[in-house]
DNA sequence: ATTGATCACACCTTGC
DNA sequence: GCAAGGTGTGATCAAT
């Protein structure tokens, strides 16, 4: 017998299983945006504008304002834009 | 008429809805697998150690023990290990 | 005699030793940055406002120009502000 | 008037322009330690081997001894080396 | 003290 | 082949 026995094998090996078969689905979702941004700059769109328009939505409004507040204010003060 | 005319809006949001259709999927798989590494952590796996066999399972075992092999000639050389 | 000799060895230490020298200064830069940050924000400044100002000031005005323009016409047409 | 007053100003560009010589200073010793890995690649040596090594010496030994062991036990139990 | 979240670093893949 | 962007990982910070 080893140092683990068979019941902890399987338990073990249940465990990595689980995980390799939702990161094979993150893979495929990955996969799927990738093709949405390609298919995106396909048609004439700037990729990195879409992701930066993605990222606003994903934020609180409230917050980004506040902070866009703050960074405007600092901007200002030091002669950007 | 603005800048860009409806259809143009219509088709830009369109292309921002379906990615962020499927970064909703990601990121409920992302909990999935976060969730399946604390359940394990909860009967007593090192989450770091599992996240290294799930690691070296992904490798390709040749190259895994190819660069291994390096990492030993190293080590010996310079007293690691 | 072992794999390797020991001018390989000595070869070998010496890239090493080399490299962790500058990583002990890089290590010390970074403490220099962190400790800045955390004295302004000690006297009341917003430490992520501040480092979007730093990246802001790093890039190239006409890029960047460039770049708020793409995503100001996205942010209208979704009515993002 | 503005918003904030100009010694307000001042002490802002003050701490932004700490940063900046603190990141200039970074960004050249990043550059040496990249440049200490090109040369050895230049010489025959494996730079991704190179780099775990530098990383294995970092850590504590007992904690690394650990690590490993828990990993290793893992790593059998599921039929990886 | 431990845990959760945030953030910067390193790695790796992808595009040029 | 290099440069850049994205992802994953490790560290650090705050909060309980």
């Known amino acids: ?13 249940s465990v990595i299983e689980r995980i390799e078969n939702r990161e094979e689905a993150k893979r495929e979702v990955q996969e799927d945006i990738k093709d949405i941004y390609l298919e995106a700059k396909g048609v004439g769109y700037d990729v990195a504008a879409l992701r930066s328009i993605v990222r606003m939505r994903r934020e609180d409004p409230a917050k980004r304002a506040e902070r866009e507040a703050i960074i405007e204010t600092y901007a200002s003060a030091v002669g950007l834009s």
Chains 1, 2, 3, 4 share one sequence.
Do not use: P, R, T, V
């Not at 017998?1 to 094998?9: E, L, Y």
């Open 1 to 13: 017998m080893d140092i683990i026995g068979d019941n902890a094998k399987q338990q073990l090996l």
